[in-house]
């Protein structure tokens, strides 16, 4: 039996669908479900539940917002991933956390490996650092899965966003000097369904391959769907955010590759599936 927390976003989604798709036993939970900050929530609603895996998909992802929700961030991201590391621990069961670039200073240009230093500049990257901490001191069986710039069916991501301002405008402002790759949801799924039937427990970087910055993301979009908007390339500091972001969010996959799990499709041909996906 596998638990998938986050069922109703846009990763835990497509995990709960790839799930039932392949006949595995399974149980997607949200916030409607069970309260994951609370430990004596997480306790009750599980009881004498019996699992295998549980696949925390479950997050606050609003990055801009958490600066000035910084405690409900916590909550979620580091407090309810101890409870549910805990939960794991004394259920015997793996836990397959899903992480990010952001724990990175986003320095340089070369990709991320799994154990370089961790530096997170946001609120949102420190607190799912603190939660991959948790999971690294309770858990022997876990996976941490660190991702990046997520974009799939629910449509609160990147390229949604670009195709609703293309309705509007014209022209459109993004950042040049941000490097990293798009992942897409129904891809990353197939990974972590993979992961989910092995004991190669350890810390992963996953994304489709390829690498981009959110000026080039737009332009492939537009170019794609044929859509006549022109796209500006500004800098970070032209486009200020109340968070900042790493400019070097590339990733090193060596970790997947050395454990014997597939490589995710380039992210050219993820987005022209997501895209054809989202005209039927």
């Known amino acids: 039996m596998i638990i998938v927390t986050g069922a109703a976003g846009q990763l835990g989604g497509d995990v709960c669908r790839l799930l039932k798709e392949k006949g595995i036993p399974h149980k997607g939970i949200d916030k409607a479900d069970v309260d994951i900050t609370s430990e004596s929530a997480v306790k009750d609603y599980f009881g004498s539940t019996a699992f295998d895996v549980l696949i925390h ?16 961030c916590y909550a979620v991201n580091a407090k309810g991933t101890e409870n549910l590391a805990r939960l794991c621990r004394d259920k015997k069961a793996a836990i397959i956390y899903i992480s990010t670039d952001y724990v990175f200073p986003g320095e340089g240009e070369a ?11 946001s609120v949102y990257g420190k ?11 309770l858990c022997e069986k876990y996976f941490i899965v660190r991702t990046s710039w997520v974009f799939g069916e629910e449509n609160r991501n990147f390229i949604a966003t ?6 509007t405008r014209s022209e459109v402002n993004v950042i040049y000097d941000q490097v990293g790759s798009p992942t897409y949801s129904a891809d990353l799924a197939v990974l972590l369904t993979e992961m989910a039937q092995t004991e190669k427990y350890g810390v992963y970087h996953a994304t489709n391959e390829g690498f981009c910055s959110w000026y080039e993301l737009a332009k492939k979009v537009f170019d794609y769907k044929k859509i006549p908007v022109k796209v500006n390339p500004v800098t970070s500091e032209q486009y200020i955010t109340p968070a900042e972001r790493p400019k070097n969010s590339r990733l090193s996959k060596s970790s997947l590759t050395d454990a014997g799990f597939s490589l995710l499709p380039r992210w050219e041909d993820a987005v022209e599936r997501y895209l054809d996906k989202k005209s039927e």
């Not at 670009?162 to 309705?167: A, D, F, K, N, P």
């Open 57 to 72: 998909c479950a997050a606050y992802t609003a990055v801009d917002k958490a600066e000035q929700e910084k405690e409900l």
């Open 127 to 137: 607190s799912k650092y603190e939660g991959e901490k948790a999971v690294i001191s």
């Open 111 to 121: 990709p991320y490996g799994t154990d370089d230093e961790k530096a997170p500049l």
């Open 162 to 167: 670009m195709l609703r301002l293309s309705q």
